[in-house]
């Protein structure tokens, strides 16, 4: 698992400072080869390249035995003023690299740690393609946090564009138990399954439902004959998307009025938007046509109705509205449940 993060990886740093490291010792060679004349070794002889390289690793890794030495002033100055400073940027590099390294994966293990104590009634999203990342805009725009929002996808793009988007990953197959587990599939609330193959998804959805019995699973798959095997294998809600795909195209193609308004009713922020909400107290015996959102369904006893079926002509405590309205509040369209009235919450006074 990993968690977003805006710098590079550890590797990516050693890498690097060692590159560093590595051009700073071959700096260091070529100027004490190019003055070893003044240099002296124990022998009263001038250095080699041999010795040179001999001279700075030793002098740069402060060991320092003593068996050359810099003879001439040109030779003290430059050991001075450019070997000495070398030296300390050298063992900086090194250690520095050193603690940056345990530092990070040190971090990063703490981060997960927490992440996994602390994650609880989370979402978890597997796969982060198109539909994925249009599932997680959605439930962003609707109030949801993204540190409650966890993606499961096995391609570094998704990673990628996962950490980009600011949400955590477990990068892995979700048909696999240890992988949803590592995504504490067995305490979130919801799941939702948008990978490009049915058979994946249908997988997924019987691994899903092992680990956690009670989590509510939302499924897309490509074809409608899929659907039923999709709800058998556990999934409480299966959307078709290419016939969703091309109901839309033939309505737009019937009705270009009636396309943009379905597409309005699909775009968050804008215009018009579907939404659930509680019943008001206020509203408690009216029918579902005299309230002042367009309530297109009730739901009941866990039982949706449209709003014209008999059941429903007077709504009840506990009653769920699916509504049409303005995706703002407007000053004449005032949004119901937003000015602190009452909610006729089933078992509540």
């Known amino acids: 698992m990993s968690l977003p993060e805006h710098i590079r990886s550890p590797w990516w740093q050693l890498t690097r400072r060692l590159l560093a490291a590595l051009a700073i010792l071959v700096g260091t060679v070529l100027i004490v080869f190019l003055d070893r004349h003044g240099y002296r070794d124990s022998n009263g002889d ?3 390249l041999l010795d040179a390289i001999y001279y700075t690793t030793v002098t740069l890794s402060t060991t320092g035995y003593g068996d050359i030495t810099p003879a001439s002033d040109l030779a003290r100055a430059l050991n001075a003023l450019i070997i000495t400073p070398a030296r300390i940027a050298f063992l900086v590099l090194l250690i520095g690299t050193t603690l940056e390294v345990l530092a990070t994966r040190g971090r990063e293990q703490i981060r997960a740690a927490r992440w996994r104590k602390n994650m609880d009634h989370h979402i978890v999203v597997v ?7 249009s599932a ?3 439930l962003i725009s609707n109030g949801k946090s993204r540190d409650h929002i966890i993606v ?3 391609s570094a793009a998704a990673l990628q564009d996962a950490h980009t988007d600011g949400l955590a990953v477990v990068t892995g197959d979700a048909t696999r138990r240890d992988v949803l587990s590592k995504a504490a599939v067995a305490n979130a609330d919801q799941v939702i399954i948008t990978t490009n193959r ?3 998804n249908v ?4 691994t899903v439902r092992q680990l956690n019995p009670e989590v509510w699973i939302v499924a897309a798959v490509r074809e409608e004959e899929n659907v039923p095997l999709m709800k058998q294998s556990g999934a409480n809600s299966v959307i078709t998307s290419a016939d969703a795909v091309g109901r839309l195209l033939g309505l737009s193609s019937l009705s270009p009025t009636l396309g943009t308004v379905m597409e309005d009713l699909l775009s968050y922020g804008e215009g018009l938007e579907v939404a659930e909400r509680e019943l008001l107290v206020n509203e408690v015996g009216k029918q579902p046509q005299q309230l002042p959102d367009q309530v297109i369904a009730v739901v009941r006893d866990e039982r949706v109705f449209r709003y014209f079926d008999p059941v429903v002509t007077q709504l009840a405590r506990g009653d769920r509205l699916v509504v049409v309205r303005p995706a703002k509040e407007l000053p004449w369209a005032p949004r119901p449940g937003t000015h602190d009235e009452d909610w006729a919450i089933d078992g509540e006074d």
């Open 152 to 154: 499961v996808d096995p």
């Open 136 to 138: 997680v805009e959605t």
């Open 203 to 206: 997988l997924t959805a019987l």
């Open 46 to 48: 001038t250095i080699s």
């Open 198 to 200: 049915d058979d994946t």
């Open 127 to 133: 796969g982060y393609g198109t539909k994925g990342r």
